[in-house]
């Protein structure tokens, strides 16, 4: 009996000496837990962190070691981790919003982004800008699809102007060898205005819209001169011979077929506007004869042609070649804080941005090849390069 037991002992010691411990069976890769991902090292360990595999990046929360899905902050950098888990880089679509990821799927916030040769405004909550936004007291407006806006744009049937760095111009602005004038709010003006001491009429005409007039022009049943710099001329002129009164009682208007008193004299102006008495002043500005031809081709509608832009566009419905319709109703009401309605940061879980992503989350994500975080992209002066695919 003795020696039995002594068998026996033998026995369970060899059994115990050569069962391995629980991690050499211990799951290893990926595995499905309460439906959500974790990561199994070969030691059996949990991964939390960085995971890179042959698709790209993935983030396991460091308390619980779930893949990231959804936004996510590390270390107060903002990135986006599709339904499979794959970190996304490029545009993102969270709701109706856009938001983009550089290469190394940082959130772009606060700053431009350029894309295919567009411009982009990213907010300070990394929101796509959209609409009329004020940046270092200047006005920009960005399309529907987010990109600046250059040239004319009409926006709430008024015409505006913006600049080759997308500002929005106010003041004198000369747009293919013509003058145009943009008020304080940045639209465009028409007809008769006031600039200092001078006085302009810029074309109301379909055609020549907003141009500023030069040499001699039909206002109504009136005829003007404006001299090339466009102040409307008063006083007596001449052609040639022929002189002719810009009445100073009648905001510049020629005198026509009516007898003028000037000073303490009365002058007689026929049919055409010509000084029936012969020589009248010789101070009198030289301009080209009204009502010919050759007076006709220094008026506002013939002398420079129709812009680059209108010719490529409806020259009778606009002076550029873009239309829009969207915009404040009153621009010069509007703060001069920038028009950033939300200074909250981007979500803050990661089960934001249900309606992005449609990969199916059914198989495992790719084997990782390495532990690593995404390597940083070089940023230089806040305008981040972009990928060519976004919003349309």
């Not at 070969?42 to 890179?52: A, E, L, V, Y």
Request: contains cysteine.
């Amino acid at each position: 009996m003795r020696q039995l037991k002594q068998m026996a002992t033998l026995a369970l010691t060899g059994i115990l000496t050569i069962a391995p411990t629980w991690n050499a069976f211990a799951a290893s890769g990926w595995v499905n837990e309460d439906k959500s991902w974790v990561y199994y090292d070969t030691n059996g360990t949990k991964h939390k962190g960085w995971i890179q595999t042959r698709d790209g990046y993935y983030y396991m929360d460091l308390d619980t070691g779930n893949m990231s899905i959804g936004w996510k902050d590390i270390n107060k950098k903002w990135y986006y981790f599709k339904s499979s888990g794959l970190m996304n880089l490029g545009w993102i679509k969270d709701g109706n919003t856009w938001y983009y990821n550089l290469s190394d799927g940082v959130m772009v916030s606060s700053g431009w982004l350029k894309i295919d040769g567009n411009y982009y405004y990213m907010r300070s909550n990394g929101a796509m800008a959209v609409g009329w936004r004020n940046m270092d007291n200047h006005w920009y407006y960005f399309k529907a699809d987010g990109r600046c806006t250059f040239g004319w744009k009409k926006i709430d049937n008024k015409w505006y102007y913006f600049a080759k760095d997308g500002k929005m111009v106010t003041d004198w602005k000369e747009i293919d060898g013509n003058y145009y004038f943009m008020d304080n709010a940045g639209v465009m003006k028409t007809g008769w205005i006031n600039v200092g001491t001078n006085r302009y009429y810029l074309d109301e005409s379909d055609k020549h819209l907003g141009r500023m007039t030069k040499g001699w022009k039909k206002v109504g049943d009136g005829w003007y001169y404006f001299n090339s710099s466009g102040f409307l001329m008063k006083g007596w002129v001449k052609s040639g011979n022929k002189f002719y009164y810009l009445r100073e009682d009648s905001d510049g208007k020629m005198a026509i077929n009516t007898t003028v008193k000037i000073g303490n004299e009365s002058y007689t102006f026929d049919k055409n506007g010509v000084y029936t008495g012969g020589k009248a002043s010789s101070s009198a500005a030289t301009v080209p004869e009204p009502f010919t031809s050759a007076a006709q081709t220094t008026t506002a509608e013939t002398t420079s042609g129709s812009s680059t832009a209108q010719t490529k566009a409806d020259a009778k419905s606009n002076p550029g070649n873009v239309i829009g319709n969207q915009g404040p109703t009153n621009l010069a009401s509007a703060t001069s804080t920038a028009v950033d309605q939300s200074s909250t940061a981007v979500a803050q879980s990661s089960t934001a941005a249900t309606t992005v992503a449609k990969e199916t989350t059914k198989a495992s994500p790719s084997k990782p090849v390495a532990s690593s975080k995404p390597s940083n992209v070089n940023r230089d002066g806040g305008l981040q390069e972009g990928r060519t695919d976004g919003p349309r």
